[in-house]
């Protein structure tokens, strides 16, 4: 059968591939479109399973917030390149699942990727991934995700270029203050709320490393004890939200702001872009040459 332009041309806007891939595909299936699809789908699934064991440490941070401000959902999807993360395509993907999971509220990562992409597009999120894989050439990962709602507060949310999210619900306050939250939270990385929040054996395992330090000045023990002490009280207000300054007023703490507005924060979520994921080091130009040899 005679392969057109125009066959292609529709193979192409169906799947996304490339203009030969498509003419190769439309000819081992004899013309036939469906066919095409099929045997497309299936080979690039086999080389999205090969992709996945390549480092994503780059990608995006997408959130869905209720209207009313009483719900909220915050995702990370991985890639491998900040070149692929800026792509339409892999954008509407992340903003997708994002969706998903604060419309389902699935319990993990593993149940999420079963749901639908859409209500427009049955694909389950993991055949959507795999495709996406196959028309970009790179590994994409939906990494981890939170979802929240409240009957008491509202949400407030900040992004930093896609690479930083920040949700935060604030109970007494409105949406201006829940904002200026996220946007402190996302510049000053607290690790709790407050002090009753801060882990007992963090706590103590600063303790005895500020003993340790102070130790070693030689000074009497009421001293001693002194100088932990306000060392404690100088490290609970770095790491907790209500202690810190305020990033935009710093003569006033966050628990001062709060407490000004009649307000409290319930909880708060950070995600950054690829934290905690070990990348590879590569030399660029032998990248490139890599790429050149293997071409």
């Known amino acids: 059968m005679q392969i057109t332009a125009a066959m292609v041309k529709e193979l192409r806007e169906r799947t996304g591939a490339g203009m030969m891939e498509c003419k190769k595909a439309l000819v081992e299936a004899d013309g036939n479109l469906e066919t095409a699809i099929e045997q497309m789908r299936i080979s690039g699934l086999a080389k999205a399973d090969k992709k996945s064991g390549r480092v994503a440490a780059e990608g995006v941070i997408a959130m869905t917030v209720s209207d009313s ?6 995702v990370e999807v991985n890639c491998e390149t900040d070149f692929v993360s800026k792509g339409d395509d892999f954008a509407a993907f992340a903003n997708a699942v994002s969706a998903r999971v ?9 149940a999420l990727t079963e749901l639908p992409l859409s209500g427009d597009d049955d694909r389950s999120i993991n055949t959507a991934r795999q495709e996406l894989v196959t028309k970009i050439g790179e590994n994409i990962q939906v990494r981890r995700f939170v979802q929240q709602s409240t009957d008491n507060g509202v949400f ?37 709320i407050s002090e009753a929040d801060v882990p007992a054996e963090l706590l103590e395992k ?3 490393i500020l003993m340790a330090e102070a130790q070693e000045s030689g000074k009497p023990a009421e001293i001693i004890e002194k100088m932990v002490a306000g060392r404690v009280k100088k490290y609970l207000a770095e790491i907790t939200l209500v202690g810190q300054a305020f990033v935009k007023d710093p003569d006033m703490t966050v628990g001062k702001l709060l ?3 009649g307000a409290s924060v319930s909880f708060f979520e950070r995600y950054e872009v690829g934290e905690g994921i070990e990348k590879k080091e590569e030399n660029f130009a032998d990248e490139v040459m890599a790429q050149v040899h293997g071409s």
Do not use: Q
């Open 259 to 261: 407490s000004n507005a």
């Open 206 to 208: 600063e303790k005895a």
């Open 69 to 74: 401000g009483n719900g909220a959902a915050m």
């Open 102 to 110: 604060f419309n389902d509220k699935p319990a993990d990562v593993e």
């Open 156 to 192: 407030g949310s900040y992004s930093h270029s896609g690479r930083i999210g920040v949700l935060v619900c604030v109970e007494g306050g409105d949406a201006t203050l829940a904002k200026d939250i996220a946007m402190h939270v996302a510049a000053s990385r607290p690790e709790c």
